[in-house]
């Protein structure tokens, strides 16, 4: 394999945190190629308005701050390539990726492949997203300051959600298609502790409703024992189900955690049975799982750059 076809960085993944890389590697020179993946954009794509990056005082549309990020990072070098990674050899210098069609070659990788939201996949609630239907709380509770929402989900992460949201909304929906939860006691007894808050058990969604509106109207529910269904009018519905972080493709080759998130130690250094591989890097949600903000993500990309910066220069690149 001939030197100059191997990249010095490739990135995966073109969020926040793999277009932040993309910014630094750029500026440094080292023509960095960024793998746009199957959810170009990440969960920025999907959102719309974002309050809380700074720098943006009346807040900025999620796909127009990922533009923005993407024509910062090509005007100092950086290539984006719509393209999947169908497998990775990172046991081989320089890395191997397999990208079906082609195969690349790579001195340091950046891994920022995020994690992707779980969704029920109704249609409704696809058609939704956005719409009054999300999938993080954090990023817009604010929108719902006086309304009733529901939350779907049992786990930790739901009643997290729940209790967070109760700060806005006057009555918050619990849903929950089990009578038992996954969530820890704490966290159960402190969701229903608080008067704002409602459980439905052994619940399922049917369909969101207020797709003809482009607006949440309210939820078709069905208990699944009885079979009943009912219409719980509301204005906005929030996804309490968890993350899938999306790094499959490098499993035995770094260490991940029980959920399937790489484990970084040194902020964003890669490790295989405890011991760092060099060269590789995990930045963003996909190493994330606690705070998984845009400003954390970028955060971390730009960790992630500098670290691949210095393993080159230390290389001698």
Not at 134 to 151: L, P, R
Not at 255 to 273: A, M, P, Q, S
Request: include cysteine; glycine fraction near 10%; hydrophobic fraction near 40%.
């Amino acid at each position: 394999m001939s030197d100059h076809t191997t990249r010095d960085t490739v990135i995966l993944g073109s969020g926040c945190s793999g277009l932040t890389a993309a910014i630094y590697t750029a500026r440094a020179n080292l023509k960095p190629l960024v793998l746009e993946g199957h959810e170009p954009g990440g969960q920025l794509s999907i959102t719309t308005l974002v309050e809380n990056f700074p720098g943006w005082p009346q807040g900025v549309q999620g796909p127009e701050l990922i533009e923005n990020m993407k024509q910062q990072a090509t005007r100092f070098g950086a290539e984006l390539k719509m393209a999947h990674l169908v497998s990775v050899d990172l046991s081989k210098r320089p890395f191997e990726l397999n990208l079906g069609k082609e195969t690349i070659h790579t001195r340091t990788l950046i891994i920022a492949s995020g994690a992707s939201a779980r969704w029920l996949g109704i249609p409704s609630e696809q058609a939704l997203i956005g719409h009054g239907v999300s999938s993080c709380a954090t990023c817009d509770g604010f929108f719902f300051s006086g309304k009733e929402i529901a939350v779907v989900g049992g786990g930790d992460s739901a009643m997290e959600e729940a209790l967070f949201l109760t700060r806005f909304a006057t009555k918050v929906t619990l849903i929950n298609r089990s009578e038992n939860f996954r969530a820890s006691k704490i966290m159960l007894e402190r969701a229903m502790a608080h008067p704002n808050i409602v459980f439905r058990t052994s619940t399922v969604v049917d369909e969101v409703l207020g797709v003809e509106e482009k607006d949440v109207k309210g939820l078709k529910l069905r208990n699944i024992k009885t079979n009943v269904a009912e219409n719980l009018p509301l204005s906005g519905l929030f996804l309490g189900i968890g993350h899938e972080p999306n790094a499959k493709a490098f499993r035995h080759q770094i260490d991940l955690d029980d959920d399937g998130y790489i484990k970084t130690v040194n902020n964003v250094f890669c490790t295989l049975n405890g011991q760092i591989v060099p060269g590789v890097f995990a930045s963003g949600d996909v190493q994330d799982r606690r705070y998984r903000q845009a400003i954390t993500a970028a955060g971390t990309g730009c960790m992630a750059a500098l670290e691949v910066e210095k393993f080159l220069e230390e290389h001698g690149r």
